[in-house]
């Protein structure tokens, strides 16, 4: 079975204050990880994914397989960065499809 | 361009009716899904397609019924629609020889009163 879990379901920063937010995962193989970004009534949209290991709006996230975790971080929040953050786990089932499982989602909040 | 495209956006229904959300892909990818999102903002997978054919069914009532007529279109019908069905429904499609990295529609918001 494969398992994401975000332990926070809001988070709320001042702008310009360092920002994580947590993802866990549980899964027997080797996991490729995404974070997904939804801001208000629009659609998801990929922010990275740990394959790449590239930084995507200031964001960064790095994959610790020995704590089964991948955190999203940004050392300076800004106020665009406010919206419904999702860490999701993909493994290879049935062949040639691949099967997301989303965490619960985190809703980070940057005020001013 | 819209890659991957839902309509309605919005819907609003009576208890009981049946529906259709419909979902079509100009990426050429394979496989395509449909995403339950719930009014706390869940995120959970009900049907995957690959190339037309069922890949995963994950315990939905039978009154949900996909179709794919091509692997450019990925449908939903919901007979008898329950209070319980409001949400929002995503359709997402991906292509596996590139990774689980998935494309999303704008979600249509389904109301049942």
């Known amino acids: 079975a494969q398992r994401v879990t975000q332990p926070e379901k809001l988070l709320s920063v001042f702008k310009g204050a360092p920002v994580e937010l947590k993802c866990n995962y549980s899964y027997s193989g080797s996991p490729e990880l995404f974070w997904y970004v939804q801001y208000s009534r629009q659609r998801l949209q990929l922010l990275l994914r740990h394959i790449s290991r590239e930084s995507i709006k200031g964001f960064t996230a790095d994959l610790n397989k020995g704590e089964t975790s991948f955190h999203l971080k940004k050392p300076f929040a800004q106020e665009e960065d406010s919206a419904m953050y999702y860490c999701?786990?993909?493994?290879?089932?049935?062949?040639?499809?691949?099967?997301?499982?989303f965490g619960k989602g985190t809703l980070l909040t940057v005020n001013p | 361009d819209t890659a991957v495209s839902q309509t309605p956006k919005y819907l609003v229904t009576q208890m009981g009716n049946d529906k259709s959300i419909k979902c079509e892909q100009n990426?050429?990818?394979?496989?395509m899904y449909w995403y339950k999102q719930d009014s706390k903002k869940f995120l959970k997978i009900m049907f995957s397609?690959?190339?037309?054919?069922?890949?995963i069914n994950e315990t939905v009532p039978n009154r949900f019924s996909p179709k794919s007529p091509d692997k450019a279109h990925l449908n939903l019908h919901i007979n008898s629609l329950e209070l319980g069905d409001s949400a929002v429904y995503f359709c997402?499609?991906?292509?596996?020889?590139?990774?689980?990295?998935?494309?999303f529609g704008q979600g249509t918001r389904l109301t049942v009163v």
């Open positions: 990426l050429g990818h394979d496989t």
């Open positions: 999701a786990l993909s493994g290879l089932r049935g062949g040639s499809n691949y099967k997301l499982t």
């Open positions: 997402a499609s991906s292509q596996p020889s590139r990774g689980a990295e998935a494309f």
């Open positions: 397609y690959n190339n037309k054919e069922l890949i």
